[in-house]
Structures are given as C-alpha cells and as structure tokens.
C-alpha cells in the first residue's frame, strides 16, 4: 500500500509539473520565439486526463469527494450502513461500465492519430481509464467494509 | 417519467450522500437503462463522453488558478496583503472590518476559490480583527461574507465552469465579475461603517506616506499578480488558461525564491492538495459531459421551457423565478456541482427569452455564492466556523446581518444586467 502511495503521488505530481511546462512552454513559444507549437496544447489536454483520474484514485483514498452528509446522518444506523452498501455497489456498476466503455474504446482508437503528435494515437486518452478505476473501485469496497468496522464499533461504545 | 428520473433520482442520490461526480454517473446510467435497456447499453460513448468532458484546454485553468491561490497562502503573502489593505482603508470606523474586505477584493484577483480565500486569508483576519477589539461573532460573520468575492472578481473556478458548460466566453466572463465584485465589496463595506459607528469598532490613525509606502512595497509582488492576469487577458496577451498558468509560476517564484518561505514538504503539499481539489471539480465535469449530452437527446430543457413559458416569457419574471431557484439550490447543494447540473439546462432558457448568457452566468455565480453563506450547505460558513473556533449556530447568526448587502448587489446586477456585461463590451467589442 506504502509503494501504491508513493507510486500514485509521484505520479500525479509529475503529471501536474508537466502540465504547468507545456502551458508555460507554449507562452513562451508563441511569445518570445514566435513560434507556434500545437503539441504543447494537445500534451497539456491528455496530461489532464490523466491527472485527473490519478488523482481521483487518490480522492476516493482520501474520501474527499465532494458529498452531502447532512440528511443522511440523521437516519438510524441501520439504514445508513445498508444504504453505504448499496450505492456504493451502485457506483461501482457505474463505473464499471466506464471502464467497460474504456477497453471497447482503446481497440476503436488504436489507428487513430493524434492531431499534432503523429507518433500518439488517441487510445492515450483512454488508457487512464482502464488503469485507475480498477483502484477507485478497490478502494471504494475498502470503503465498504470500514465503513462497517467504524459503524459497528461505535455502536458497541454505545451500548457499553 | 425520464425527467422526474434525470432530476428527481440524482437530487435523491445527491441527499443520500452519494459523492457528486457518482450521483451524476448514476442517474445518466439508469437513464440509459431505461431507454435502451440493460443488455444494449452504449458502453463506448459513456467513455467517449466523459473523456470528451475532460479534454478542454480552457479547463487547465482550474488547477493553475488553485495552485496561485495555494501558493499565496503559504507563507507571509496574505499577512503582505491584509496589512497593505489596513493601510489604504484601516483609518474608516471599523478599520481592520474594511481591511477584511479590501483584502479580499485583493486576493479575490488572484484566487478563484472562496473557500481558499475564506481558509487562508479568513485566519488572519478573524485573528487580527479580535485582538483588536471586534467581537469574535462580527469578524467571522464579514471574513465569511467577503470570501464570496473570491469566485466573482477574475479568477474565478465557478466562472470557467460555466462557460465551458454553457459555451460562453471565458475571458468576457472573468472580465465581466469585475464591476460585480467591486460592488460587492463597496457594499460589505457600508455595513461594516454601520456597525462600527453603532458599536465603536476601533479604526487606525491616517497612516503616515511612509507607513504606506512601507505597507506598498511589502506588498508589491503579490500586487502584481492580478495586474498581470486581468492586464494578460484584457489585452489579449494571453488566454485565460496561459493567465492561469503565468500566475501558478509567477506565485512560486514569489514565495519559493522571493521570500523563501516555502519547504520542499510544504511545496508537496501545496501540489498534492491542488490535484486532490482539481480531481473533484474535473471528475465533475467530465461525468457531467455524460449527463449533459443525455439531457439534450431527450430533451428535457425544450420540455422545461415551455413549462416556464406557461408562467412568463418576460426575461425578467424569468430571472427572478431563476433566482429563487438558484438561491434554494445554494442552500442545499455545493456550488460546483449545482453549475454543472444546472449551467446545460438554464443557458438555452435563457437564450430563448434574449437574456445574455453573459449575465445569467453572473447572476448564477453570484447567487451561488451566496448559497456558500448560508445553511445546512454553506462550505464557507464551514471554513470561517473552522479557523475562529465558532459553534455553526452561531456563525449562522454571525453571518445573517451580511446577507442584506449581498442581496442588494444580487438584486441590481439582475435588474441591470450592463453592470456584468459593460466591460466585457468595451474590451471585447468586435
């Protein structure tokens, strides 16, 4: 888990830094050297992609999703722990079926050039999504399963 | 039946505490359910779409712009910029209250996050402001109130987010907050000389031109920043997504090599954080794509129209009725995803009937903004509660009197749209 930890923020780091020098290299192309360079916008987009879902695997790790505790916290603990279940399961399916979506549009992207780097083809944008969602959804059945710990302990500190 | 399906079944997973970006995932699957059925789902274009909603190079300028604005928090820039703000307005009655404000006006150009100006900025205020003498309930109350600038005067998240949804202009929105925040703050500051005269708030003695230049030439830099960004894209210098980037850049040269008060552990934090916040907001936006495309194919905001249009075709009934809307949204939903939910639905609303979209982005925003002030869901209220050790109860209290100002700026830029839409005219008149 420590390496995943490391692995994942280094990674989303660099990504971040990597974004910053393709804008900065762009305004410093076009208005210093007076040169266009179009891969420095196109670079810049995938790397956002892949910043992006990097860093929601962390997110859900950290479960900082932006969500509304405020109703359901006053429902009895029973319903809150099975209602976790099953939108959690559902949110799953949900994005299984993105990932799903993801293999299918690899294959169709494989041939597909991209607009300005001749040697990527647009299956890059895709590949994020097969290779962190299978994290976010780990990490949303750890969710699941402490989510029950917690709950159950509390309630034994109750009763106690 | 898909209406009550695509609004009532993500507001109802949205109440359950399902996390944003899933509840809209969800409802946009169970919509392809029940059209298409359980064994003919189109996977590919689920992924296509989300995708699709990423890849927006004007979206860039969310990280870069959380970046500037978590780089000014760290170290000595926003004490630089309050202090500068007590010198220009610290004399009126009520002195550090202005300050507050001016501050936030200040950091609101270089930030676009109130949250971030409400956390950051709001702990030196509220702290300053009760040595002083203020009461704790009064200087949380209008360092609460005056973080809602932040998203209104350029840089603004909320803003971008709309205008990529909703297909405005970027550079005229962010152009466009100006005069609106401005009044914002001139009205925030009327209600803080009210109080003050009616309490005897302390105020500073006239700073002397010494004390000012001093004040001036600490905050110089940091100064710079929103003459850069808002200076970049009035003169077509740069795009709002280079501004952003120009600001990320230029806040870490300031407080990495100009003042050196950054740690390598504070630098990583710093960007840690800015992925962590840009992952939410785009994750948002991207499974928001899915959602705003099912929308439009089963044409749900034709269908709202003409109920709307069964009350009123006047463009004004139908700002105020969206007013009322947006303000009960605010209260109960986060701002970030009430604009991705409700920016595709409205702006072909408000087309229809000749409203600007210009404006109707800013009068969202504003009243979004507002909708941060205000309970259950009031994320600013949260931040401002956190930093002065308040009760939420009575932080509600203490931001109450502030609502008025607000309102009244809410109230004038929706019945004067030229307020929002005049510099953007002079500046980007083609």
């Known amino acids: 888990m420590k390496l995943l930890r490391i692995l994942l923020y280094s990674t989303a780091v660099s990504i971040l830094s990597g974004l910053l020098l393709a804008v900065v290299a762009q305004v410093i192309f076009r208005y210093v050297l007076h040169i266009s360079v179009p891969w420095t916008e196109e670079i810049a987009r995938i790397l956002m992609i892949w910043m992006v879902l990097a860093g929601s695997i962390i997110v ?82 750890r969710d699941i399963v402490s989510f029950r710990e917690t709950e159950s302990d509390k309630s034994t500190e109750q009763r106690e | ?83 500068f703000a007590n010198k220009i307005v610290g004399f009126i009655p009520g002195g550090l209250g202005h300050a507050n404000v001016v501050a936030s006006m200040i950091f609101a150009g270089m930030s676009g996050s109130a949250v971030a100006d409400a956390a950051g900025l709001g702990t030196i205020e509220v702290q300053a402001m009760i040595d002083q003498g203020f009461d704790r309930e009064f200087s949380a109350g209008i360092t609460a109130a005056s973080s809602t600038i932040g998203p209104i005067i350029p840089p603004s998240i909320p803003l971008i987010m709309f205008g990529v949804l909703g297909d405005v202009s970027i550079s005229a929105l962010l152009i466009g907050g100006i005069l609106p925040g401005v009044l914002m703050g001139v009205s925030l500051m009327v209600i803080v000389y009210y109080f003050s005269k009616k309490r005897r708030y302390p105020h500073e003695n006239c700073p002397s031109l010494k004390d000012f230049m001093i004040a001036l030439r600490s905050a110089f830099f940091p100064l710079l920043t929103p003459v850069i960004l808002i200076g970049g894209i009035l003169t077509g210098i740069f795009t709002p997504t280079e501004a952003s980037a120009v600001a990320a850049v230029y806040a870490l040269v300031l407080t990495a090599l100009v003042y050196r008060e950054m740690t390598l552990k504070q630098f990583f934090h710093v960007l840690m954080d ?52 947006f303000f009960i949204v605010g209260m109960f939903m986060e701002s970030i995803a009430a604009i991705t939910i409700l920016t595709p639905i409205v702006v072909p609303l408000a087309l229809s009937v000749g409203i600007n979209p210009l404006h109707l982005g800013l009068v969202m925003v504003l009243n979004l903004m507002i909708g941060l002030l205000t309970p259950p869901i009031g994320m600013c209220l949260f931040a401002v509660a956190k930093v002065s050790s308040l009760p939420l109860n009575r932080m509600i209290k203490a931001v109450t009197p502030f609502y008025l100002p607000l309102l009244i700026v809410l109230a004038l830029l929706t019945l004067f749209p030229q307020i929002g839409t005049f510099l953007p005219e002079v500046f980007f008149r083609k």
């Open chain 2, 1 to 83: 039946m898909i209406l009550s399906l695509f609004l009532g079944l993500l507001i109802a997973l949205l109440l359950l505490g399902v996390a944003v970006p899933y509840a809209i995932g969800l409802t946009s699957l169970l919509v392809l359910v029940v059209q298409r059925g359980v064994f003919n789902l189109p996977y590919e274009i689920i992924a296509q779409r989300i995708v699709y909603g990423m890849n927006n190079f004007t979206l860039l300028a969310i990280p870069f712009f959380l970046l500037a604005g978590k780089l000014m928090n760290v170290g000595s820039i926003t004490r630089r910029i309050f202090n």
């Open chain 1, 60 to 141: 859900q790790k950290d479960g900082s999703h932006i969500r509304t505790e405020f109703f359901v916290s006053k429902l009895p603990l029973k319903i809150r722990l099975i209602l976790r279940i099953l939108l959690n399961i559902a949110s799953m399916l949900f994005l299984l079926s993105v990932m799903k979506g993801g293999f299918s549009m690899i294959r169709h992207t494989q041939n597909i050039m991209t607009g300005s780097i001749t040697w990527l083809n647009t299956s890059i944008l895709y590949i994020p999504i097969v290779l962190c969602l299978p994290f976010i959804i780990l990490f949303i059945i």
């Open chain 2, 274 to 325: 800015t992925i962590k916040e840009s992952s939410v907001i785009l994750l948002i936006v991207g499974i928001s794509s899915l959602y705003g495309w099912l929308l439009i194919k089963t044409q749900i905001p034709n269908y709202l129209m003409e109920r709307v249009f069964l009350i009123s075709k006047n463009p004004l009934v139908i700002l105020l009725i969206l007013n009322i809307f």
